[in-house]
């Protein structure tokens, strides 16, 4: 059972940086790999949005709104895609998720959703 974890959330002042992580794992330890990746957020009271999306074939994508301060990575053991997020403003605040395909040698490729991390900026 593939598991995606984010971690990284927590409380800044404006201005400042998070980063946030999002690792996929397997309980028996096997090799997995993040195929694509996408980092999402929902601030209260307001839809999903899609923030940054990584993939192993094309260019990193970012929404308008991050373009500037945010970039997306992937490790090179291709288990963990980070967000860096730089210049952190009110209205970066919300629950920030993963959405990635990860292949494992046992189900192939799926797509799996994180629990997701809270971002808070304080002014």
């Known amino acids: 059972q593939v598991q995606l974890v984010e971690s990284g959330g927590g409380l800044v002042q404006a201005g400042g940086s998070l980063t946030l992580s999002c690792t996929a794992s397997?309980?028996?330890?096997?090799?997995?790999?993040?195929?694509?990746a996408s980092w999402y957020r929902q601030a209260p009271g307001k839809q999903r949005e899609l923030v940054a999306s990584i993939t192993g074939s094309a260019p990193t994508d970012y929404a308008d709104f991050v373009k500037g301060r945010f970039t997306i990575s992937r490790n090179s053991a291709w288990d963990t895609v980070n967000l860096q997020m730089n210049s952190l403003k009110s209205e970066d605040i919300g629950v920030y998720s993963c959405?990635?395909?990860?292949?494992?040698?046992?189900?192939?490729?799926?797509?799996?959703w994180g629990q997701g991390t809270p971002v808070t900026v304080s002014s």
């Open positions: 397997v309980t028996s330890g096997s090799v997995v790999r993040i195929n694509r």
């Open positions: 959405n990635a395909d990860v292949w494992t040698p046992v189900s192939g490729t799926r797509t799996y």
